[in-house]
């Protein structure tokens, strides 16, 4: 259960007061309140992101093997053990992380207000949304109804501006990312803390994002707003399993189901949309009747076939099954990347194969830049360019890009630590109440949910750079608290 600070006692270290009287000002937009979370840390709560996050995974992971699309992996068999590994130790890693009492004690509240954080953050995002919309989508003001009717040329704008345009606001958002980042985490787990003016801040954002996202005809923002309201809603279930709180067991489930339709419509709607413009853009095939044909061979990506036997064609109906084989595709051609990857030596990249947008720039800063190239060709992803799979263009799992730093062996290690630190933000969330522990919380779920895809946190520079400091924030603040806690002496001894 969160730790509660009674209204007769100033708790200055917790960013909150004990006073009774209204706040005023700065301090009715930055002062949190003591409300417990929505959650507690027990029961069935603590594993609930676990089951989610990897449960996405699985699936994928599954429909390689029963799915309606063969990949044609070179070694299934090594394929699969070390994607069994990767899974038990990220399992063991989150397990001791929630279980393990003496390693992950909690320090106390956390010092830092998280309407503090909402409302700076909102405040940067908001300068930064109008001219950010003008670059990446060339409105001033998001134009959600064009995105929804014709994603495809929504997002050939957006690939186009990206090419021509100076992104000076992207490159700010960059910087600002470590506030900006952190706003749908908490104002969608540590809402009942929050003041009504941050709140309001956070709400607003969101559906801003989730408008320019829309409009640029980009999948991802409305995948992961949609996974993290899934796990949200899963969690709101989960914690509502007592005969008194049925109702709000129904509305979750409710909820989920609405968010998963929700979202399957969108996705098959923009991807239409896309290869219907593809198609526009060919001469050579300009009908609507090309239109079904080009989705199978998109599903197909040149190398897969489909399973004709499989239940899949006797159980969804042919209108349907176009969409159905680009969504198998979607989550499963990423492991034909891996078995391509697993074929290929390690050659060691030295911390800069792991992501793209640090390789680059730290090598600039080295004054290296002309390595770059050379140490690109040692990644496995650039080792895959040479075999016709290039990654960016297809996916190749999360896993391969560690993979150039670790080898397959330490990434197996590594997902021990991902499920530890995933667990461990969870637990600080619930107990600590901690803003920045809900941020990496958040932002590790996402990772786990493109597991199937990409190396998602560490892609573009926004992300990777928001990432890396919050969570460098958050480990030294922890260890400072729990120095801090070793170093308080007893002052009284209860009685027996």
Known sequence: MPETTPHTTSTAASGTTGSTAPARGVRAWTRDSDRPLVFEFAGVTRYVPLVVTLGLFVVSWSLVVLGPIDWHLTDPGRVHLFLACATLAFVAGYAVAVRWRRTTTATGRSPLSASALVTAGAVVYLLLYVPVTWTTTGDWVPDVWHGLRDAGSAYAENKRLNESVTPVFLYVRMLVAPLTILLFPLTLFLWPRLSRPARALGVLCVLLSVALTIAQGINRGVAEFSGQLVLFLVLVAGSSLSRERRGRLVRSLVG??????????????TMNSRIEADGAADESSSTDDDTDERMRDTAMIGVATTREDNPFFDLVPPALQSEGLILSSYLTHGYR????????????????????????????????ADREEAVEARTYAGKLIDQGWPDGMVWSTFFVHPASDLGFPGVVVLMALIGFALGLSWRDTLERGDPLAAGVFFHLCILVFYLPANNQLFQGGELAIGFTVVTGAWLLLRRR?????????VTEVPAR
């Open 337 to 368: 990347g891996l078995s391509l990857a697993m074929d290929e030596d390690f050659t060691p990249t030295w911390g800069l194969g792991f992501s793209e947008f640090y390789r680059h720039n730290l090598l600039r800063v080295a004054g290296q």
């Open 256 to 269: 989920i189901v609405l968010v998963v339709a929700c979202f399957f419509a969108y996705y098959a709607t």
């Open 481 to 489: 608290g729990r120095a801090e806690v070793d170093r308080t002496p």
